[in-house]
């Protein structure tokens, strides 16, 4: 199996905040994990058709003067795990030794159809008995919620195809009813090159995809040199607005983070925007 340098787009490392009351608690002296445990938080690989590669990441912790093991698991939630897991590999157990703050690990990825959207999936560490996991805003799904507590991260990776030409970045964040959007991406002769949450003239929207209210979906793109006209619809004619309070918006973008078309709120049934990729 020939493995391939990996063009990483963007890391976002998850970041260990740690409260303690005393010093005592900083370590302890029994086999009771009540440290902080946590992984990365994102990461986009690109990958060859038919190669492999292999992902370089770490699982964080406070020190302790015992050694603790911790299992991993992988995130079923369509909208977080789209990828044959056939082609994916990854311990499921790993051991933090006494004294350690972090330990590497490796997750190979081989890439049979990914695509240029690409597919993704998501590893969280299984919860257990005096272990303090990293938490975030997003909640996890129900169906895992006997493996990690509501609410902790998972390191969500994106595999897609290498891309020769420009990487766009599409993320949605919708307000309380994912069910009414979706979107369509044209080239200059208007025709459709992608699309989500629609079928034919039909928008389907994403909660049959498994996106729940306020959830967040991503999708990458590889587009060549040319003009290109974003089109995002809501089936109910009120944009990704549900109320003052609570409210979707989107944003297009190039992986410098340029802006190509962003919006959100009240835009009626739908909103159109037109840019150029030199």
């Known amino acids: 199996m020939k493995l391939l340098k990996i063009n990483f787009l963007y890391v976002a490392l998850a970041f260990m905040a740690f409260a303690f009351t005393s010093c005592e ?25 038919t190669e492999s590669a292999v992902i370089q990441t770490k ?30 590999s990854f311990p499921s157990s790993i051991t933090i030794p006494a004294g350690a703050s972090e330990v590497p690990f490796e997750i190979t990825v081989e890439n049979y ?22 938490y975030s805003t997003n909640s996890v799904n129900a169906s895992t919620l006997a493996l990690a507590p509501y609410g902790a991260k998972l390191f969500k990776i994106t ?4 891309c ?65 006209t974003f089109v995002i619809y809501d089936d109910y004619g009120d944009g990704m607005y549900t109320s003052a309070s609570v409210q979707g918006n989107y944003a297009l973008k190039l992986q410098d983070g340029t802006i190509l078309a962003q919006g959100g709120g009240n835009f009626g049934s739908f909103q159109d925007t037109a840019f150029t990729i030199q």
Do not use: H, M
């Open 159 to 162: 595999a897609r195809d290498y």
């Open 164 to 228: 020769p030409y420009t990487s766009v970045n599409l993320s949605i964040k919708f307000d309380n009813y994912p069910e009414e959007t979706a979107w369509e991406l044209y080239d200059a002769s208007f025709n459709v090159i992608a699309s989500g949450g629609i079928s034919g003239t039909t928008i389907t929207g994403y909660a049959a995809l498994g996106f729940a209210d306020q959830s967040t979906f991503s999708t990458d793109f590889c587009l060549e040199s040319g003009d290109y």
């Open 25 to 49: 608690e900083d370590v302890t002296d029994d086999n009771e994990l009540s440290e902080f445990v946590s992984l990365e938080e994102r990461k986009v690989i690109e990958i060859t058709p």
């Open 113 to 134: 159809g990914l695509g240029a959207g690409g597919k993704k999936f998501a590893i969280g560490i299984q919860s257990q008995e005096g272990l303090n996991l990293a």
């Open 59 to 88: 699982i964080y912790a406070t020190p302790s003067n015992t050694s603790r093991t911790v299992n991993l698991y992988v995130d079923s939630a369509p909208a977080n795990t789209n990828i044959d897991l056939n082609y994916v």
